[in-house]
């Protein structure tokens, strides 16, 4: 294997790394984004798959089969693109390595490896989907997935090719180790490199991990383990059973070559005893001599004749006469040969001698008249007479395949073997059996190849029984690797089994108990948590509900405490504001206008203005003061109210305005443990002289508007009041000119935020009213109001909105107001309470007639859809109020309702177009209502609807 092919096969392995970075960073430009996403999973597919192709085209070739890394491609596009992209992989990759043939690939593996390359990208779109819930792996679990789609695809190598399992098994296991290894690394380098790529960690640290990952991580170093240890038991297990089943094997073969001799030996050595019966057929008659022919004759060892007595008398070896034959244990046992002992022929194995026990021979004896003949074989007759039947035992006999028996005579003398055994080769042998137990299996080196054997001594032969270690390992290794395979796969559904039922019996539920406890923490406590079908769940679900109730009963009354505090709260602030306006009609030197939107938790803010001194209708002062207490609820509302009042006491007698502010200082800050302060404002108008006398105690800037400018008051007097006891404020003076309108307030108007917590602003808020010079000060209030009330639309109001407008050198406004049902029939009661204010202001008729169009439509939406469910009996109630202004002459109609939230400036009919011929006939009331007014507005405060039309006359 040279090193190119080593290259493109290690290139084969990381492209579809590469693919994988490559297409993610694509998919990041702006263009290609915009790619649906199953046509960019198409792409995907068709770029893995043409990977897939590369890897078959440079594998390597190995016994007919073509080692690759074809499958990683469909793997990492099914779990890192989706299931679409997998499929499609996969079957781009199966159907080109089944053409693939005809250009050169391997046959042998053609089917298994095509079912495995389509498995693997389905195997992955499936996982992709179940397992992993649509998102990215961790690379142990990608890996896993890679080892376990390549174990697959080598078992159907083995299920394909049942007919050729031999040659399945080489090329499994020559294929095995890389494969299995190079696309799991392939496609755990994939889940790594998107890891970094998206900027998350490969695995998940512990804190961070869903219980879903928790469980597949636990479950998969179980499974791992119990694999492990699986495996290993059953190898060992295999390899016992395989020394046992070798051993049996060749034992049996040793047998039966044994059998074979001994039953030869046994025929042969018989056949020569019965000539020498019929060459001495009577014991009386027997000499010497006889014994000494018959037995050169027959070239036996020995030829004796005993009597009826059991004794010899007649011998070829004269040394054996007159020897007892019961005088020893192998000869006493030819003693059945003798009258009585109902035997005629017995064949001895060969042994010692009774009479020489360091002599080995093998009897035969047959009876004759007067007693029976013996012969005796020694070694060397016993060889001479069948070596040719052994040799015939031993020729065609094979241990297994390639196994052999080899006998070998006393001396060491080869007397049969293969073909192929060398004397020296076979003298090894025996001298490696030397010293090992009979039947007992050995390792030993024969012909150069490593084998198993075992022995047994026989007749004065050594029967050797020897078999190749390689072909004894090959039912062991085959054994070990399809009981490995399958165990992988059985596992590996183990895995998914257990997962899949971990996962919808507790980790869906635990899902389910958890989106239900985010939605009641979230504030929503109508959220039942109804998780049934486990008894454990079950009781959960039901002491979460019980929780649950017993939280919102405590909210419930801790919220009732609280609304008592902020319903007292907000009545000790509203209580102590001045609401009638004009305040001093009489006096026709100013015109004044105040209000406070609380917010829904009481805060501090107050206003407060009153006459000083001996003030009247001519001559005298006007004091005001708008302040913001800092915190909220009852405390700041206290707060407010001892600020309120000492403010006022020391500015009503006649005191110097800063020394007064400095008083009112000093007290507040007496026992304010709390640390509680106030900003401030207050100023005294000598309506007379037109001179306003000024302190600013850290408080926002008011804005001073005429007909010519409009601009802040930027001058401060001092720290808020509450701070530090002994603080000077340092008051000033303003010469004031004919309608110069001051806009007092606090920072619930420029802090007031929208949905996107944008906040209104010093800069709209002075935009915005420089365009309303000739406002009087109740129309700039509710104007500016109204502004700030569409800028914050949908968010919720969190401080107080409160303001105070004086316009000097003007008379005061005249206020009425009247109440009457909601009902188009009230419309000309309205019309002549509208008219008779116009006519004090001797209104144009022109005028009236676009005033009457204005009022005409508000009202009629008001009667129409603020009370959906009114009756004639309860049709619900209007209020309408004027406000009318004679310097300059103006009118200011407010309508409001406590119906709906309705605001008819926004019906889906109330088009806005400048164009009258762009305007539906639904929306022309509108547009003319608008186009008669000079302002119309509306807001929703305090759960009244409130539209407002200004118009200048």
């Not at 979460?544 to 609304?563: F, P, Q, Y």
Request: glycine residues 8%; contains cysteine; proline residues 4%.
């Amino acid at each position: 294997m040279d090193a190119l092919v080593i290259a493109q096969f290690a290139f084969a392995t990381l492209l579809p790394v590469i693919a994988c970075v490559g297409l993610t960073l694509l998919r990041r430009i702006r263009c290609v984004m915009r790619i649906p996403k199953i046509w960019w999973q198409v792409i995907a597919g068709i770029v893995f798959g043409l990977i897939a192709v590369y890897g078959t085209e440079v594998g390597i070739p190995t016994n007919g089969a073509t080692m690759n890394v074809r499958d990683a491609a469909p793997l990492a596009a099914g779990l890192f693109f989706g299931g679409p992209a997998g499929i499609i992989a996969g079957l781009i990759g199966g159907i080109e390595r089944w053409f693939a043939v005809l250009w050169g690939a391997g046959e042998f593996t053609r089917l298994a490896c095509t079912l495995g390359t389509i498995a693997a990208g389905v195997y992955a779109a499936l996982l992709h989907k179940y397992l992993f819930d649509s998102r990215m792996p961790s690379w142990p679990m990608a890996m896993a997935t890679g080892l376990v789609v390549e174990v697959l695809h080598l078992l159907l190598v083995f299920l394909t090719n049942f007919d050729q399992s031999v040659r399945a098994f080489q090329v499994v296991q020559a294929c095995a180790l890389p494969m299995i290894s190079c696309v799991g690394i392939s496609v755990a380098l994939s889940a790594i490199a998107l890891a970094r790529l998206n900027h998350r960690p490969s695995i998940m640290p512990r804190g961070q991990r869903g219980i879903a990952q928790v469980v597949q991580a636990y479950l998969l170093v179980s499974v791992f383990a119990v694999f492990v240890i699986t495996v290993g038991f059953t190898a060992i297990l295999q390899s016992r059973f395989m020394y046992s089943d070798e051993a049996s094997l060749l034992r049996l073969n040793v047998s039966d070559v044994r059998g074979a001799i001994a039953d030869a030996s046994d025929e042969n050595l018989l056949m020569l005893t019965n000539k020498a019966a019929l060459s001495l057929p009577s014991a009386q008659e027997a000499t010497n001599e006889e014994c000494a022919r018959v037995a050169d004759d027959l070239d036996v060892a020995e030829v004796c004749m005993v009597d009826g007595n059991g004794i010899v008398i007649a011998s070829s070896n004269t040394s054996f006469i007159g020897f007892d034959m019961s005088s020893g244990d192998q000869s006493r046992a030819f003693l059945c040969l003798l009258p009585g002992g109902g035997e005629t022929e017995y064949v001895q194995s060969y042994q010692p001698m009774a009479y020489d026990e360091t002599t080995w021979r093998k009897y035969a004896g047959v009876t004759v008249e007067g007693g029976f003949v013996q012969v005796g074989y020694d070694a060397q007759n016993f060889v001479d007479d069948i070596s040719m039947q052994v040799e015939e035992a031993v020729r065609n006999r094979h241990v297994g395949k390639n196994g052999q028996v080899v006998v070998l005579d006393a001396t060491g003398n080869v007397v049969s073997a293969g073909n192929d055994v060398g004397v020296q080769d076979a003298r090894a042998l025996s001298s490696d059996a030397d010293g090992i137990q009979e039947g007992e299996l050995f390792a030993t080196s024969f012909n150069g190849e490593e084998c198993y054997a075992t022995y047994e001594e026989v007749e004065g032969y050594r029967i050797i029984a020897v078999h190749p270690a390689s072909e004894v390992r090959f039912s062991l290794d085959v054994a070990v690797l399809i009981t490995s395979f399958m165990e992988v796969l059985v596992f590996a559904i183990l895995f998914l089994v257990v997962y899949f039922v971990i996962k919808r019996l507790v980790v869906r539920n635990i899902w389910h108990v958890n989106g239900a406890l985010s939605r009641i923490t979230g504030g929503d406590l109508s959220t039942q948590v109804n998780v049934r079908g486990i008894t454990e769940f079950s009781s959960l679900s039901d002491d979460i509900n019980h929780t649950v109730g017993a939280l919102k009963g405590w909210i419930a009354e801790a919220e009732s405490r609280m609304d008592t505090e902020l319903a007292t709260g907000r009545a000790i602030q509203e209580n102590a504001l001045p609401r009638a306006f004009p305040p001093f009609p009489e006096i026709k030197k100013f015109d004044i206008f105040a209000d406070m939107n609380a917010a829904k938790q009481v805060g501090g803010d107050f206003y407060d203005l009153f006459l000083i001194g001996d003030s009247n209708s001519e001559a005298g002062k006007l004091g005001f003061v708008i302040a913001d207490v800092s915190g909220k609820g009852v405390p700041a509302a206290l707060f407010m109210m001892s600020a309120k009042s000492k403010i006022r006491y020391y500015m009503e007698s006649g005191m110097e305005l800063g020394l007064a502010m400095e008083s009112a200082n000093r007290e507040l800050c007496e026992g304010n443990e709390a640390g509680m302060f106030v900003t401030a404002f207050a100023g005294v108008l000598d309506y007379k002289s037109m001179r306003m006398t000024c302190v600013n105690a850290g408080h926002n800037p008011p804005l001073v508007l005429n007909d010519d400018s409009c601009e802040w008051l930027e001058k401060r007097s001092g720290l808020p009041l509450g701070l530090f006891e002994d603080m000077p404020y340092m008051p000033y003076e303003i010469e004031c000119s004919p309608s110069d309108t001051f806009l007092l307030y606090t920072d619930g108007v420029t802090e007031a935020m929208d949905v996107e917590e944008n906040l209104y602003g010093p800069d709209r808020l002075i935009d915005f009213v420089k365009e309303r010079a000739g406002y009087s000060p109740r129309q700039l209030l509710c104007s500016v109001r109204a502004d700030v009330s569409r800028f914050a639309e949908g968010a919720e109001q969190s401080d107080d909105i409160t303001m105070l407008v004086l316009k000097v050198g003007v008379p005061p406004e005249s206020f009425e107001q009247i109440e009457l049902p909601a009902s188009d029939e009230k419309l000309e009661e309205v019309d002549e309470f509208i008219h008779r204010k116009l006519e004090a202001l001797d209104c144009p008729s022109a005028v009236c007639h676009k005033i009457d169009i204005a009022v005409e439509e508000m009202f009629v939406n008001v009667c129409h859809y603020a009370y959906p469910r009114a009756t004639e009996d309860n049709p619900g109630t209007v209020r309408v109020s004027c406000a009318c202004n004679t310097d300059p002459a103006s009118i200011m109609i407010s309508i409001v309702d406590r119906g709906v939230s309705f605001n008819p400036l926004q019906k889906p009919t109330s088009e806005v177009s400048d164009d009258i011929d762009q305007v539906s006939i639904g929306g022309l009331g509108i547009l003319m209502a608008k186009k008669c007014v000079d302002e119309l507005t509306y807001e929703r405060v305090e759960g009244k609807n409130i539209v407002r039309l200004v118009k200048h006359i």
